[in-house]
């Protein structure tokens, strides 16, 4: 998603009139800005968009950068010459920028496969592209003499993107000739005796080396440092963003994944937790302790698709939110205890390490 969102970016660049840098990032920031409030999770997307508009800045701030025909000096870009030459220089750094988000994860499978060794049980899960890679790219290493097995967990409730990917992923592995378990999220306890690595993806890498990623991560995270077992994520330097969560509940976006709510005195409900009565409807308040027990509800927008009692997915019964939610997934918090090392397009960190990464990145 970053990368695409940088590449709308470069897009809209090449086709902008603006006439100065002052508009022309003026442009960018409110496109950014559009971009974010499109999706209900844009901390992936925040991190590249704007490291993506740093990174031009920057670029202006170089001696070497052009300047307008009778200017001197930073004014030039709000003078009366010709600006053409100024918005070409920030589209051959956008574009340089896109192409080198673009070529980091081949460079992170080059340095992530040298932890998949012969005898390897890796444990992964979601759709991450760049995890995808680094196994592709492990087995290809070893082609015709594959010695390493994956057990991919599947998400019970998986949004229709992420569970594509992964299907992706399991069958592109399978042709290589790697042998891939799929276990449903309940199974890791039960797997983690069989594994040697764990390896994941994140949507962002925050200031204190913890990972912002898919539901389920930071659980299989506690189960592998319980297990003792390595937990290495792989991200790109663009996923580094300037967040510093102090634990679940406290990231930069809206969740309800746990609702509560209470069914009003006098309504029963029967053994599936559906409202019964005469016509099987009630109504359903907020939370409210005179009521009956609360009971917990997933949220469609989060988990999928609720099955209607006909078993149809979005049928008459189905609860929730409207059909597209159902593509959104939530995320949880996996500190940086729980983090073996993170591996990147610069190098292996340790989670210590990544509050001075973010700060090269930056600055």
């Known amino acids: 998603m970053p990368v695409a969102a940088i590449e709308a970016l470069v897009l809209l660049l090449s086709q902008s009139t603006s006439s100065t840098i002052s508009e022309t990032l003026d442009l960018l920031a409110t496109s950014t800005a559009t971009l974010k409030r499109a999706i209900p999770n844009p901390i ?156 994941v993806g994140a949507e962002g890498v925050v200031e204190n080396g913890g990972i912002i990623s898919r539901l389920g991560t930071y659980q299989i995270g506690v189960l592998a440092r319980s297990a003792g077992k390595p937990f290495y994520v792989v991200a790109e330097s663009h996923k580094f963003v300037r967040l510093y969560p102090l634990g679940q509940y406290d990231l930069p976006i809206e969740q309800k994944v746990v609702d509560f709510t209470t069914v009003v005195a ?17 109504e359903v308040v907020g939370e409210s302790w005179t009521a009956k027990t609360p009971v917990v509800k997933e949220r469609r927008e989060y988990f999928g698709e609720m099955q209607s009692p006909e078993g149809a997915p979005g049928g008459k019964g189905a609860e929730g939110g409207a ?41």
């Open 44 to 199: 992936s997307l925040s991190a590249g968009t704007d490291l993506f508009q740093r990174y031009l800045i920057t670029t202006l701030q170089r001696p070497e950068r052009p300047t307008q025909p009778g200017a001197s000096g930073g004014s030039s870009s709000n003078g009366g010459g010709d600006f053409r030459a100024i918005r070409n220089h920030l589209l051959s750094n956008g574009r340089l920028f896109a192409k080198r988000a673009k070529e980091s994860r081949a460079t992170i499978a080059r340095f992530g496969r040298r932890f998949v060794r012969d005898g390897t049980v890796v444990l992964t899960n979601g759709g991450s592209r760049v995890v995808g890679a680094l196994l592709k790219s492990a087995a290809e290493e070893r082609e015709g003499s594959v010695r390493f097995r994956v057990i991919y967990v599947r998400s019970s409730h998986p949004a229709a993107g992420k569970a594509e990917e992964g299907k992706a992923i399991v069958r592109e592995l399978r042709g290589k000739g790697v042998p891939v378990a799929t276990i449903p999220e309940s199974a890791v306890a039960y797997s983690m005796g069989k594994v040697d690595v764990v390896i």
């Open 266 to 282: 006098g309504d029963e409900q029967d053994g599936d937790g559906q409202v019964g009565g005469d016509e099987g409807k009630a």
């Open 323 to 363: 059909g597209a939610e159902g593509h959104n997934e939530a995320v949880d918090f996996t500190p940086p205890d729980l983090i073996t090392a993170l591996i990147t397009e610069s190098g292996v960190l340790t989670p210590s390490a990544v509050s001075e990464e973010l700060i090269k990145i930056w600055y």
